[in-house]
Structure formats: structure tokens, C-alpha cells
């Protein structure tokens, strides 16, 4: 079996041996290469439903920003049909809109009886920091969350438009190849290169949002944090 | 029996109202999300932590705020950048936003994602900068050559693109955008 084949055999085994070539990888201390996204994570998440794989942030319609939040990552289809939201973990959307790195608005999404409930974007004051609590007088916005094998569920709000379910990974890149590179068997990346990702699913939060609301004109800047109760 | 219909009439006329509330909101007591929420996990742009945080400060990065983390990390991106990197090993060495070990550790140790509001949002489109990131943008490869690729992306070819350019499925065109799962 090469590395590919070994990586769809289930999850909670991937991560394990995806944190076993990073360790190798440290150690031997060769030229390395730019991993998957946070794909591979830190001990404390790895591999938990407060898991953080990737962040996008991008212009939907012209009058709108688009904020993606992927957890849970390298699902196989049948890990998929297994896999949920925990309703002990917030995913928390920060918005900074005056440039010093301290989020000024929230988004955030939580879970509860198979619907996810979307407060905000919201003031961030008194609830910025490494914790906090859910912003339960912001305007809020519920969804069912779409079921692996069931139609896509998407509500609709005020210009706000929501989801959350799974989704097929939008991440790509040869992660296998990576590996093979660190591990001192490869000196660089195969052309054409091959997906690792392909075929796997994540656990996704998608909240689209009218610019205005997220201060309008300019820049912002924005991360996405879980945090657990 | 007079008072009794009144006060039935009124007890009705009073739901009644409530239920024709200004639009088709329906009052719903919300569920109990009381409680103390702390930082398990963050992220702003891709790849950061992996790449560029020492194995045993990946959960103290996790949990230090974007605001602290300049002071705690710029210093320590720089030096890891300019040991991983035959492109950036002096001072003198640059990539193509112009920036060496330094400059370029200080941008990516205060983990954020930069949108734009005013136009087009993506990592990088050859022409526009860290102004979003969509879908399709091949984050991977504009961190591999902006870390291996020198001053002008083509210093180490075999390291700067992994080729992989794109996903095994084509996103939608409407919201929710990611396509449906395997």
C-alpha cells in the first residue's frame, strides 16, 4: 500500500499518521514543504469536531462577502454519513474592521437539535479574547443541518444566506508527494501532481453576508476560531 | 355566560394579534447556549501553523489571539523561513512581494485572512494580493513560491508547485458554492 491508500482507510488512523510524518519531518529538518492548509493540526485538535481545516473568505454576489468554515477534515464517504456537529463547540467568525488584529464583529454557529443557529455578525465588545459566550441577544438566524444523503438545506435571511452540512473538500494538493519529500524519498514534486484530498469530505459552515453589515467599504480582517463549552 | 364569551373572545382576539406579528417570523424560544466557551482552535490563512510553527508551540499558537501574535511568533517564522528556504537565507533575499525572512515572518505571524470589500477577494490572481480567499485559488502553490520561489517565483522550480491546480469537483455557482460530498 503506498501513502495514498493508507490515507482513506479511516480518520482518527490518518491523523495519527499524518502527525507521525510531521514529527519525522521536524526532525530530519530537510527542506520542508508547505502542508495542507491546517489540515494537519496540533495535538490539543487533531482529529476533533473542533477541528479547523481551512477559511475562505470571498465576494459572492457583488453586494456580499462569502465566509467558509470547514471542520472535520479528511472524511471518507462513510465516515461522512457518521460524522456531526458538536453541540458543545461554537465556531466563532472574527471580523476586524479597524486594522488592529482585534475582531470588532462576530459571527457565530452552533449546533442544537439538528439545526445549526447562526447569531450576528454582532458587536464583538466584551466577548473578544480566548473566551466567551453565545451573543443569544443578536440577531439570529437558524438552519436545518443537511443531512449526508438528504437535499441541501439553505435558509434565507435579510440578505443572509446559511448553511452548514457536508460538502466535498475544496482543498487540493499532493500531500502524498509532501510526504515522500520529507521522508528523504523525494527531492521534489511530480508533475502532474496528484490530489490527497480528492474524494474526501469536510464538515462545512457557509454564511454569506451583506458587505454593509461587515463595515461596508475597505478591508477587514478575519479568522475563524472554535471554541468548546 | 355574557362574561364568559366576552373573556373567550378577548383570550382569541389577543392570540389572534400576537400570531399576526409584521412578517412571517415565527416567536420561538431559543434553546439554553449558556455557558463559558474557550479557544480549542483558529485559523486565518492556510497552512500557517503546519508549516511554520515548532511542533510543540502548535496549541500555544492555536491559542494566542491574532493581536499577540506578532510579539510571540514574527521572529520565530523569520528564522524558520530563512532555515527552510535556500531562497531566503540572507537578508538580501527576497520574494515576489519584495519581502526576505523578516518581512515576510511578520506578515504571516499575525494569522489573518485580509478581504478586500471594494473588489476582487483572492490569495493571489498574479495581479491582486491577500485581498480574500475563494474557492478556487491555489493557496499552496502561492506559498510554495513565495517561500521557495526567490525574487521573481523561479529560483526552485521543483519545489514551488506541487501541480496540483485545482479540485476533483467543480464548485457551484450559487450559494453554498462548495459542491455536494462524496
Redesign the interface.
Same mark, same amino acid.
Given at each position: 500500500m503506498d501513502l495514498s491508500d493508507k490515507l482513506i482507510i479511516n480518520k482518527n488512523f490518518k491523523m495519527k499518521k499524518l502527525n507521525l510524518f510531521l514529527l519525522m519531518g521536524t526532525i530530519l529538518v530537510l527542506g520542508a514543504i508547505l502542508i495542507a492548509a491546517d489540515h494537519i493540526e496540533a495535538p490539543g485538535v487533531s482529529g476533533s469536531t473542533a477541528d479547523i481545516t481551512d477559511y475562505y473568505a470571498f465576494q459572492g454576489d457583488a453586494d456580499k462577502i462569502v465566509f467558509v468554515a470547514n471542520t472535520q477534515g479528511l472524511l471518507s464517504p462513510t465516515a461522512t454519513g457518521d460524522a456531526s456537529f458538536d453541540e458543545n463547540v461554537m465556531i466563532e467568525f472574527n471580523i476586524d474592521t479597524d486594522q488592529d488584529n482585534t475582531e470588532d464583529l462576530i459571527i457565530q454557529a452552533i449546533p442544537r437539535d439538528g439545526k445549526m443557529y447562526f447569531f450576528g455578525p454582532t458587536p464583538a465588545t466584551g466577548n473578544t479574547g480566548t473566551s466567551g459566550t453565545v451573543q443569544i441577544d443578536a440577531d439570529v438566524n437558524s438552519v436545518d443541518i443537511t443531512e449526508y444523503n438528504g437535499d441541501m438545506q439553505i435558509a434565507t435571511n435579510d440578505g443572509i444566506k446559511i448553511f452548514a452540512g457536508p460538502r466535498d473538500d475544496p482543498f487540493f494538493m499532493d500531500f502524498a508527494q509532501y510526504g515522500q519529500i520529507i521522508g528523504g524519498m523525494a527531492t521534489s514534486f511530480n508533475n502532474p501532481g496528484d490530489d490527497t484530498f480528492a474524494g474526501t469530505n469536510v464538515m462545512s459552515v457557509v454564511i454569506e453576508v451583506p458587505k454593509s453589515m461587515i463595515g461596508g467599504t475597505g478591508s477587514i480582517n478575519t479568522w475563524v476560531e472554535t471554541k468548546r463549552k | 355566560m355574557k362574561y364568559i364569551k366576552i373573556f373567550t373572545l378577548a383570550i382569541l382576539a389577543a392570540f389572534t394579534l400576537q400570531n399576526c406579528g409584521d412578517d412571517d417570523t415565527v416567536v420561538e424560544t +431559543?434553546?439554553d447556549?449558556?455557558?463559558?466557551?474557550?479557544?480549542?482552535?483558529?485559523?486565518?490563512r492556510?497552512?500557517? $501553523? &503546519?508549516?511554520l510553527?515548532?511542533?510543540g508551540n502548535?496549541?500555544a499558537?492555536?491559542?494566542t489571539?491574532?493581536?499577540e501574535?506578532?510579539a510571540a511568533y514574527a521572529s520565530a517564522f523569520a528564522d524558520r523561513l530563512s532555515?527552510?528556504?535556500?531562497a531566503l537565507a540572507t537578508d538580501d533575499d527576497t520574494n515576489l512581494l519584495d519581502l526576505n525572512a523578516t518581512g515576510f515572518g511578520a506578515v504571516l505571524a &499575525?494569522?489573518?485572512?485580509?478581504?478586500? +470589500?471594494?473588489g476582487?477577494? &483572492?490569495f493571489f490572481d498574479g495581479t491582486n494580493v491577500l485581498?480574500?480567499? $475563494?474557492?478556487s485559488d491555489?493557496?499552496?502553490t502561492t506559498? +510554495?513560491t513565495l517561500?521557495?520561489g526567490g525574487e521573481d517565483g523561479s529560483e526552485i522550480p &521543483? +519545489?514551488s508547485?506541487? $501541480?496540483?491546480?485545482? $479540485?476533483?469537483?467543480p464548485?457551484l455557482t450559487t450559494?453554498?458554492?462548495?459542491?455536494?460530498?462524496?
Open positions: - | +431559543l434553546p447556549f449558556s455557558g463559558s466557551y474557550s479557544l480549542a482552535d483558529q485559523m486565518g492556510p497552512a500557517i $501553523n &503546519t508549516v510553527v515548532a511542533e502548535k496549541d499558537f492555536n491559542t489571539i491574532p493581536a501574535q506578532g532555515t527552510l528556504s535556500p &499575525t494569522d489573518v485572512l485580509t478581504v478586500s +470589500l471594494d476582487v477577494t &483572492t485581498t480574500g480567499r $475563494n474557492l491555489d493557496v499552496i506559498e +510554495l517561500i521557495f &521543483t +519545489l508547485d506541487d $501541480n496540483v491546480d485545482a $479540485n476533483d469537483k464548485f450559494f453554498p458554492y462548495l459542491a455536494g460530498p462524496f
